[in-house]
């Protein structure tokens, strides 16, 4: 499988796509992605007991064999997006490096675009520790704000507009920060964000009683998907879009048939979620009983 082109690769790619390009992603009409094969005009469905299944020209089309659970069709093609940010206060901090892109499904990278923004603020050192970009290299290097976040969002939404499902790990996070720094600078939010799939809380859903943290490094190398630069925007997009087929593929028998109706899910899980670590971290007494409990809003706050 092919390694996500980030880094260097990656800004070079960035620079030449700022021309007009929307946001470097090629977007196939739905028809065209989704269309299933279909049997010739001379195909026979009907015929006697006995006959061949498809008629007398069976020997000349057969139906693709399936697997015992057929993976979800959302799966043959997803959109990625990731943030790495000043801190975690989506209302307050400042989007630092973007990525999206889109994945067949298999994983491989279909497209991609990455960004690098000057803030604006400093970046604190905890921050840059992190994700490796300092204040300095922001501002030597990056974008201005205002043009990142018009084109991260322009990117965004053209993906959920032709029905591409976007992967986001921890969705609430990324979604809520681009929507409040799309409001900083004067650009549309997106305010409603859907169809989304977060592997976060498909995995907890699934997985409910494994043992152990739950951040991207953790549940990727849990089902295999390779991490190799995690928290840099463009390795942790592309892994959490692996993640998403890889969870597509291990639940296949149990996932709603329909991404849209997996989003719907994802709502109530997220919930759910939110109200059983609750009550967990009261009974720890790591949240005291009268505060208010977790914020489960999903994929946006």
């Not at 921890?170 to 859907?194: C, Q, T, V, W």
């Not at 959490?240 to 969870?247: D, K, N, P, T």
């Not at 979620?273 to 609750?278: M, N």
Request: with cysteine; proline share 8%; charged share 20%.
């Amino acid at each position: 499988m092919d390694a996500p082109r980030c880094g260097s690769g990656a800004r070079e790619q960035a620079a030449r796509q700022k021309q007009g390009d929307l946001a470097g992603i090629r977007l196939f009409p739905a028809h065209h992605l989704f269309r299933a094969p279909s049997p010739p005009d001379s195909v026979r469905l009907g015929g006697r007991v006995g006959d061949p299944l498809y008629g007398e020209r069976m020997t000349t089309w057969q139906a693709e064999p399936l697997p015992m659970f057929q993976t979800p069709e959302w799966a043959r093609v997803v959109g990625v997006f990731d943030l790495e940010t000043t801190g975690v206060d989506v209302v307050n901090d400042r989007i630092v490096t973007a990525h999206v892109g889109v994945l067949d499904g298999s994983g491989h990278v279909i497209d991609a675009r990455d960004w690098l923004a000057d803030p604006g603020i400093e970046i604190p050192a905890g921050a840059a520790a992190i994700h490796g970009v300092t204040t300095e290299r922001a501002r030597a290097e990056g974008a201005p704000a205002t043009t990142v976040v018009a084109e991260v969002v322009e990117a965004v939404r053209a993906l959920l507009d032709a029905g591409i499902p976007v992967v986001a790990y921890n969705a609430p996070f990324d979604f809520s920060m681009l929507k409040y720094e799309a409001l900083r600078h004067g650009i549309p939010p997106i305010e409603a964000p859907s169809p989304v799939i977060d592997p976060l809380v498909v995995d907890k859903t699934y997985d409910r009683y494994r043992r152990g943290k739950r951040t991207l490094t953790q549940v990727a190398a849990h089902y295999a998907v390779p991490l190799d630069a995690a928290h840099e925007a463009c390795a942790d997009a592309v892994a959490a879009g692996r993640l998403a087929l890889a969870l597509a593929e291990r639940y296949a028998a149990w996932l709603p048939p329909t991404v849209d109706e997996l989003h719907t899910r994802q709502i109530a899980w997220a919930r759910a979620q939110a109200a059983s670590l609750t009550e967990y971290f009261v009974r720890i007494g790591r949240l005291d009983a009268t505060a208010p409990p977790l914020d489960g809003a999903w994929p946006i706050r």
